[in-house]
């Protein structure tokens, strides 16, 4: 593993974001039994915060990697690991809106693990053209 100690760094950090997250929103899942719109919106609004996480946070580790790597699965997993142990610590009983809130996290941390492994491997490719427009200009 060239890159342990980076691999490590976003661990901490996206692991701090990730329990601060579920801490300051947990209050908002018992509201999921009012009604289906309400559940709709905790669920898309939890998707939509951990997709958007994970994906900045593959992207920004995927751009400086030095070699491809599979790391990224990991972090994403490692993000994801403390919503879905807090629903089902946190739950009396898990029904059908903890398991549906569960499956769209997992949802959303897949879709957010491709969409940022493409991005950053995009801007990647542009952080290396960079790298040598300047080595090419220092040379010259």
Known sequence: MQDGARFFAYTTWALMISVA???FTHRFIPFMNQS???ALMIIFGFGFIYFNLIYAIIKRYITKVPAPTQLHIG????IILPPTV?????ANSIGQNEILLMLFLVLSAVL???YGNRAGIKARYEYIQKLKKIQKEKNS
């Open 75 to 78: 972090l994403a997993v490692l």
């Open 112 to 114: 957010g693990t491709i």
């Open 21 to 23: 997250i579920i801490i």
């Open 36 to 38: 289906i719109w309400v």
């Open 86 to 90: 807090w629903i089902v610590t946190a």
